[in-house]
């Protein structure tokens, strides 16, 4: 079975600092790999969708990359502001039908 | 409508209860999952329909969990004789395909049982 892993667990940033977000999993095979935003109560918003035959993916301040062969995906996030302060899910698929998660990295970006 | 909706946004019921929890995917998705989220943890997959069948129901817990997707659009996940360990966020999804594209999340119900 898939197992993914996200670290850290929580991360805590001065505001204007460049982070990254690290995600695991242990079944190279995969189809894609998808990096999720979920506010506190709310659903999940997606911010970037990798392909497995893609190295990476941008969108403004945000750029996902994927080593398949070693089981890695890192979100980098430039320039932090408060209004990033969330959640951020992993999700990676095995088959074309369902994602296994990760528990997510709770990110607070302090003004 | 432009997204995903789930319908109610909270249910609180007692144990033993019979619950239906509702999604609307985005419309044109043909392929809609179901997913349990607890409290600190990502959500764990359920279902998942392509059209009006259950393509993979690997992640139903046991068979007091049902769900259905008779039109090939909306979907109810239905829940028998609920138990305390059940409360949680589920969280509907849907893709325009099942594959390489993005599946978009519903804010999902909140289930509360007492």
């Known amino acids: 079975k898939q197992e993914v892993t996200q670290i850290p667990a929580a991360l805590s940033v001065p505001e204007g600092e460049n982070l990254v977000l690290n995600c695991s999993f242990t079944?190279?095979?995969?189809?894609?790999l998808q990096w999720f935003r979920q506010d506190p109560g709310k659903g999940l918003t997606s911010l970037l969708l990798?392909?497995?035959?893609?190295r990476e993916q941008t969108s403004g301040r945000l750029n996902a990359s994927l080593d398949k062969s070693s089981g890695r995906s890192t979100l980098y996030i430039a320039a932090s502001q408060p209004g990033d302060s969330a959640t951020y899910l992993c999700?990676?698929?095995?088959?074309?039908?369902?994602?296994?998660f990760g528990s997510g990295t709770k990110l607070n970006v302090k003004p | 409508g432009a997204g995903v909706s789930q319908t109610p946004s909270n249910k609180v019921t007692e144990k033993g209860k019979y619950v239906e929890l509702r999604c609307d995917p985005i419309?044109?998705?043909?392929?809609l999952y179901w997913y349990r989220q607890s409290l600190g943890q990502g959500p764990e997959f359920l279902i998942y329909?392509?059209?009006?069948?259950?393509?993979?129901d690997s992640g139903l817990p046991n068979d007091r969990f049902f769900a259905v997707r008779p039109e090939g659009s909306v979907s109810t996940l239905k829940i028998q004789r609920t138990e305390r360990g059940d409360s949680a966020v589920y969280l509907c999804?849907?893709?325009?395909?099942?594959?390489?594209?993005?599946?978009?999340f519903g804010p999902g119900t909140r289930l509360t049982v007492l």
């Open positions: 999700a990676v698929s095995t088959n074309f039908n369902k994602f296994y």
């Open positions: 419309s044109g998705h043909t392929a």
């Open positions: 079944d190279s095979a995969i189809y894609n």
């Open positions: 999804a849907s893709s325009l395909i099942a594959g390489d594209n993005e599946q978009f």
């Open positions: 990798i392909q497995s035959s893609q």
């Open positions: 329909f392509q059209g009006t069948g259950a393509a993979d």
